[in-house]
């Protein structure tokens, strides 16, 4: 993450909803690369910046995010993990399904 403050700035610029829809695409991300055996150090990026996003995320009162958010730390500085790579890959996607939920970006979409 070349400049977290700027990456800080757009994140907060958009609602709630926006910011956690972006969460939880950045999750379903870290699935898919952790999937595809991406680069090891591109993935721990993503984490880094998950974390970030997800520090950010505190003022919409959803207080299972600094748990998640413990979590991907905890993977990050144990990554590379070979043994676990599915496991998290599952973790991934299981958060951001939880996220795009708390979202409410899917009852948006299909309420029109």
Known sequence: ???LKRIHE????????????????D????NKWILMKHN?????????????????????GIAELADMQREICRWRRSWPAEEA????AVRAFQ?????LKWSGLLNQT???
């Open 85 to 88: 790579r599915h496991t998290l």
């Open 1 to 3: 993450m070349k400049d």
């Open 10 to 25: 757009r994140f907060i610029r958009d609602g709630s909803s926006v910011r956690l829809g972006n969460l939880a695409s």
């Open 110 to 112: 299909t309420s029109h």
């Open 95 to 99: 958060m951001s399904n939880r996220v």
């Open 40 to 60: 090891d150090q591109a993935v721990v990026d993503l984490m880094r910046k998950i974390a970030w996003l997800m520090e950010w995320s505190g003022a919409t």
């Open 27 to 30: 999750l379903l991300r870290l």
